[in-house]
């Protein structure tokens, strides 16, 4: 009996080791994303604080946020808003008009005359590229040389549009390390 006892122990004392291992590396690999994601964060607000001074404090956390959230380059991103915005503090995407940073249109079938806060327009924004966009094999390196939906309809009227985001695309990942820090991040993404 006492053989046996001890085995079971034993066994269990081993199972509880490795069990507290796997959870601490699972917590390392979690502290690791969440410190990529707070970099990413301070680097588009350190951005921002160049490019445009007056934005709103929110819109470098959702930009990481829905970046992340719908697998879509940051940077790209970045690009687009501050094309169409210069990150809220032009036209649209004001606070006090639409918060509209990317040019979207308000929900289609509402009322609604502005989005409700930055949150759900850059959402809104991310939702639109992949159903729309980011289709059939595209991916934003195409959308920059050829920025078309699924029907083949322009996102901009300007002709120049691509060369305008492919231009500031090119100075952002020159400015930032945030290229390097998503493709680090997307790397402990399964995680």
């Known amino acids: 009996i006492f053989c046996t006892v001890t085995a079971v122990f034993t066994n269990n004392y081993h199972y509880n080791d490795n069990y507290t291992k796997i959870e601490n590396t699972i917590d390392t690999l979690q502290l690791k994303k969440d410190s990529l994601k707070n ?3 301070l680097s588009v607000k350190k951005y921002m604080e160049v490019q445009a001074p007056s934005a709103h404090d929110s819109i470098s956390f ?3 946020e829905h970046s992340i959230n719908y697998d879509i ?3 790209f991103m970045m690009s687009q808003t501050e094309i169409e915005t210069n990150f809220g503090e032009w036209g649209a995407g004001r606070e006090t008009s639409k918060r509209s940073l990317f040019g979207v249109g308000i929900y289609p079938g509402t009322k609604l ?3 409700p806060n ?3 327009a850059i959402e809104t924004y991310c939702q639109l590229l992949k159903k729309s966009y980011l289709v059939k094999g595209r991916d934003e390196h195409f959308l920059m040389n050829n920025y078309i939906n699924r029907s083949g309809n322009r996102y901009a009227v300007d002709s120049c549009y691509e060369v305008s985001l492919y231009r500031t695309y090119k100075h952002i990942i020159r400015k930032t390390n945030l290229n390097e820090l998503q493709k680090e ?4 993404k399964q995680i």
């Open 113 to 115: 005359k502005a989005y």
């Open 62 to 64: 959702y930009l990481v």
């Open 118 to 120: 930055y949150d759900i």
């Open 185 to 188: 991040y997307n790397t402990y």
């Open 39 to 41: 970099e990413m964060i």
């Open 73 to 75: 380059d940051l940077c």
